[in-house]
């Protein structure tokens, strides 16, 4: 596989090239492109090429690689993440000892790969909490930095720490961007970190051989630049002041808003949306339960069902009063009501995922089409 174009690994799947050229569109609209950018998409990913791939893990729990694992079903995603030749992934790798050991010390000195870390880096007392063949996170994650073109912290763990550094952080737990700093990192925060949003990141950087725009939390904005409450298919319930009070009361069974049982999407980040999980089966506002904020910097901290603090979201004067519901509100509720609408990302993450879904259709709409700016 290693040596094969991508055209090539997908028709040995039986994958026709119509669903490959399809792929390629929803993977530019994913990434705000216009649809002239899936045919360059196209020509990048059937040229032959071999992009080494270094998978270290560290304190985490292997969520993110197990959400890229459990798809359903074979993707073209899939096999994009199959054309990197996976050197070394410690999870997955049939190798194991110091044979294992042997492919990641051959793949960090032959250098020119993509670097994926999963996890957080224990620093207090030298390291110790984390050690993998008798050394510390922290000195291989050094190591195989130095010879990376680029590095990926996939999950919350690894872009901002997670769980690990909640306080008290008894590890002295850091983010790979706190301690890589003489390489570009990309944070895919998350727990876990959507898989397609992973595999969005790779064909940018298949395709442009530079890793995609990112916020000023080395996020990419194609995933990250739209807030969950600005997409939310709850919006209107919240503009109208109808709160789920209570799971599985009145609110609750008829899709309500969520911020009073401590939704943090109007704090979030992120294109669950647009994307969902699981091939786009549901994610946890689908599901009826408030986002967790799981792509923002120290979520643990945030309380579960906290409602989070709203500094946005002041009602202008323009807008219409809030529509009061037959039962009573507090007067902090009544005071929210929605700011500026900020669809369109969402919506041409979710026309991209709809047709990805759909093996019959080729075209990504024009509405979810949008210039790279
Ligand atoms: S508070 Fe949560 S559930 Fe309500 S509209 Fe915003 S994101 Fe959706």
Request: aromatic share 8%; proline share 6%.
């Given at each position: 596989?290693?040596?094969?174009?991508?055209?090539?690994a997908?028709?040995?799947?039986?994958?026709?090239?119509?669903?490959?050229l399809?792929?390629?569109?929803?993977m530019?609209?994913?990434?705000a492109?216009?649809?002239?950018?899936?045919?360059?998409?196209?020509?990048?990913?059937?040229?032959?090429k071999?992009?080494?791939?270094?998978?270290?893990?560290?304190?985490?729990?292997?969520?993110?690689?197990?959400?890229?694992?459990?798809?359903?079903?074979?993707?073209v995603?899939?096999?994009?993440?199959d054309?990197?030749?996976?050197?070394?992934?410690?999870?997955?790798?049939a190798a194991?000892?110091?044979?294992?050991?042997?492919?990641?010390?051959?793949?960090?000195?032959?250098?020119?790969?993509?670097?994926?870390?999963?996890?957080?880096?224990?620093?207090?007392?030298?390291?110790?909490?984390?050690?993998?063949?008798?050394r510390?996170?922290m000195?291989?994650?050094?190591?195989?930095?130095?010879?990376?073109?680029?590095?990926?912290?996939?999950?919350?763990?690894?872009?901002?720490g997670?769980?690990?550094?909640?306080n008290?952080?008894?590890?002295?737990a850091?983010?790979?961007?706190?301690?890589?700093?003489?390489?570009?990192?990309?944070?895919?925060?998350?727990c876990?970190?959507?898989?397609?949003?992973?595999?969005?990141?790779?064909?940018?950087?298949?395709t442009?051989?530079?890793?995609?725009?990112?916020?000023?939390?080395?996020?990419?904005?194609?995933?990250?630049?739209?807030?969950?409450?600005?997409?939310?298919?709850?919006?209107?319930?919240f503009?109208?002041?109808?709160?789920?009070?209570?799971?599985?009361?009145?609110g609750?069974?008829k899709?309500?808003?969520?911020?009073?049982?401590?939704?943090?999407?109007?704090?979030?980040?992120?294109?669950?949306?647009?994307?969902?999980?699981?091939?786009?089966?549901?994610?946890?506002i689908?599901?009826?339960?408030?986002?967790?904020?799981?792509?923002?910097?120290?979520?643990?901290?945030?309380?579960?069902?906290?409602?989070?603090k709203?500094?946005e979201?002041?009602?202008?004067?323009t807008?219409?009063?809030?529509?009061?519901?037959?039962q009573?509100?507090?007067?902090?509720?009544?005071?929210?009501?929605?700011g500026?609408?900020?669809?369109?990302v969402?919506?041409?993450?979710?026309?991209?995922?709809?047709?990805?879904?759909k093996?019959d259709?080729?075209?990504?709409?024009?509405?979810?089409?949008?210039?790279?700016?």
């Amino acid at each position: 596989m290693s040596d094969s174009s991508l055209e090539q690994a997908v028709r040995e799947r039986g994958i026709s090239r119509r669903s490959f050229l399809k792929f390629c569109a929803v993977m530019a609209g994913t990434l705000a492109l216009s649809s002239s950018y899936g045919t360059r998409i196209a020509k990048a990913l059937a040229a032959p090429k071999r992009t080494p791939l270094v998978w270290l893990e560290f304190q985490d729990c292997a969520g993110n690689t197990e959400a890229l694992l459990r798809s359903s079903r074979p993707t073209v995603g899939e096999i994009v993440l199959d054309v990197l030749s996976v050197d070394y992934h410690e999870t997955i790798m049939a190798a194991a000892g110091t044979q294992a050991e042997k492919s990641k010390k051959d793949a960090i000195a032959a250098g020119g790969y993509l670097l994926v870390v999963e996890g957080s880096i224990p620093t207090a007392d030298g390291g110790v909490y984390c050690t993998i063949g008798g050394r510390t996170a922290m000195d291989i994650l050094s190591e195989a930095a130095a010879n990376a073109i680029a590095v990926v912290a996939i999950g919350s763990c690894a872009a901002f720490g997670g769980l690990p550094k909640a306080n008290p952080n008894p590890t002295g737990a850091k983010s790979v961007m706190e301690l890589v700093t003489n390489k570009p990192v990309i944070n895919l925060p998350g727990c876990p970190c959507n898989a397609v949003n992973l595999t969005a990141t790779v064909v940018h950087f298949l395709t442009f051989g530079e890793l995609p725009k990112m916020d000023s939390q080395n996020r990419p904005l194609f995933a990250y630049g739209a807030r969950i409450h600005d997409n939310c298919p709850r919006r209107g319930h919240f503009d109208r002041g109808e709160f789920v009070r209570a799971w599985d009361d009145d609110g609750h069974r008829k899709g309500w808003c969520l911020y009073q049982m401590g939704c943090k999407g109007p704090v979030t980040f992120h294109n669950c949306p647009a994307v969902g999980y699981n091939d786009n089966t549901s994610w946890p506002i689908k599901a009826g339960h408030g986002c967790i904020a799981c792509s923002e910097a120290g979520f643990w901290e945030l309380g579960l069902y906290n409602k989070a603090k709203l500094q946005e979201f002041a009602p202008p004067s323009t807008y219409a009063p809030v529509q009061m519901p037959v039962q009573s509100l507090s007067p902090t509720t009544t005071a929210i009501v929605g700011g500026a609408a900020g669809l369109a990302v969402g919506a041409a993450g979710a026309a991209a995922y709809i047709q990805l879904s759909k093996p019959d259709k080729m075209e990504v709409p024009e509405s979810a089409q949008a210039e790279k700016k």
